[in-house]
């Protein structure tokens, strides 16, 4: 005969592992935030010394009147190892009669219109590879 946990016993038990991963994810978004303060220390430090030298200069720029540009980043696509392979490749499938695909297409099936020239590349590259590989 097998024993039968109590229902308040698992109850405790789920609640119990909820709260140890609300901790979890928690701790982690804690990490994320001291990073990023002290990568701001860091900014803000090199933007001291650049007002300094500024100063420094023979022409003065009252540095108040600069106005913030953003700084060019390029996104940072989330991709599993293999995801990109996987999507190529059952994008090439999935084609009837085996009818060529644009590489514009298999993208823009996998991210968003502001991502596809990121993503372009890799499936480029992938599909240079795939190209080799059959000859």
């Known amino acids: 005969m097998v024993n039968r946990i109590p229902p308040s016993l698992n109850w405790l038990i789920d609640k119990r ?21 002290s990568k701001l220390r860091e900014l803000e430090t090199a933007l001291e010394a650049v007002d300094r030298s500024l100063q420094l200069h023979e022409i003065q720029v009252d540095v108040e009147n600069i106005k913030p540009i953003r700084s060019h980043q390029t996104p940072k696509l989330k991709f599993q190892h293999g995801d990109i392979s996987h999507l190529v490749l059952m994008h090439l499938r999935s084609q009837k009669n085996n009818s060529p695909i644009a590489k514009h297409r298999i993208c823009l099936r996998a991210v968003s219109p502001p991502y596809v020239s990121h993503l372009l590349l890799w499936v480029s590259q992938l599909l240079l590879g ?5 000859l």
């Open 17 to 37: 592992a909820r709260l140890a991963g609300d901790i979890q994810r928690t701790n982690k978004a804690l990490l994320k935030v001291q990073h990023l303060v």
């Open 130 to 134: 795939l190209y080799i590989i059959w």
